[in-house]
């Protein structure tokens, strides 16, 4: 008779890697390092359902991107998976590095609970987010805590009672309200519409976001107020705006 495998299983695992650089450089040259990468404390249990592994990634450059001294967490135990994914570095560019980038979950069923953090070097810029996403057949529904973050060294709020669903051809966002004193950045779909968002800015220094895609080492600095509509965002995008900006310098020209 021929062989059959149980299901009932209970193993652990580990595995590490050496020099990949001239399978990389041959099959993927795209990707650089992975070298000394390392799986250990692997462990399978189908009595209990459960699964867990420590790893680490020294180093790896993707389309030139780098990371750093990744780190990877997973342990699961009755249908509740924890997660967590961190480096010490990541360098988008030679002006844009990023420190300590970290994100963790709970996934039980279809709903989780989600945390995220990162800074800039410099330390003027840090982010950190909670919040809590469901998965239906069809679409992702991100609903986010009320958080803190700093933007140019300026501390801003994100207002809870927001929602993002996301699906095919649907992106309706309700109330991601943005603020910083006088400052605010707020988020809509436009009614009857799957696919059309609205930005409102008030009085929104230039400088804080633009940081972020500053355009051949030239600066920007102003202060916006208006709407910008975005329209058809998964097919033939365009954009409406209807804007002011007062006090506006590009490369330090008014």
């Known amino acids: 008779h021929a062989d059959t495998i149980s299901r009932e299983q209970n193993f652990v695992f580990a595995a590490r890697t050496k020099n990949l650089e001239p399978f990389l450089s041959f099959f993927y040259p795209n990707i650089k390092g992975l070298s000394n990468s390392f799986i250990e404390n692997g462990r399978v249990n189908t009595l209990t359902n459960s699964i867990g592994f420590n790893g680490e990634i020294p180093y790896v450059k993707l389309n030139g991107v780098e990371y750093k001294k990744i780190s990877l967490r997973a342990a699961s135990q009755n249908n509740l998976l924890r997660d967590s994914i961190s480096a010490a570095e990541i360098d988008l560019n030679d002006s844009l590095q990023l420190m300590n980038p970290f994100f963790s979950a709970s996934i039980q069923h279809n709903e989780a609970d989600f945390v995220l953090s990162v800074s800039e070097k410099n330390l003027l810029n840090e982010i950190s987010l909670s ?54 950045l707020l988020i809509n779909s436009i009614p009857s519409s799957t696919a059309d968002v609205r930005c409102q800015f008030t009085n929104l220094h230039v400088e804080d976001f633009y940081h972020f895609i500053r355009l051949y080492g030239y600066d920007a600095s102003g202060q916006l107020t208006g709407t910008v509509d975005v329209k058809n965002i998964f097919s033939n995008l365009f954009f409406i705006a209807n804007a002011t900006i007062t006090n506006f310098y590009f490369n330090h020209d008014h």
Not at 173 to 183: A, D, I, K, R, S
């Open 131 to 184: 919040g809590h996403v469901v998965a239906t057949d069809d679409s992702l529904t991100f609903s986010l805590n009320k958080n803190k973050m700093q933007l140019n060294n300026r501390e801003w709020t994100l207002e809870k009672n927001n929602s993002i669903v996301y699906g095919k051809n649907k992106l309706t966002v309700h109330n991601f309200n943005l603020t910083q004193g006088e400052q605010q």
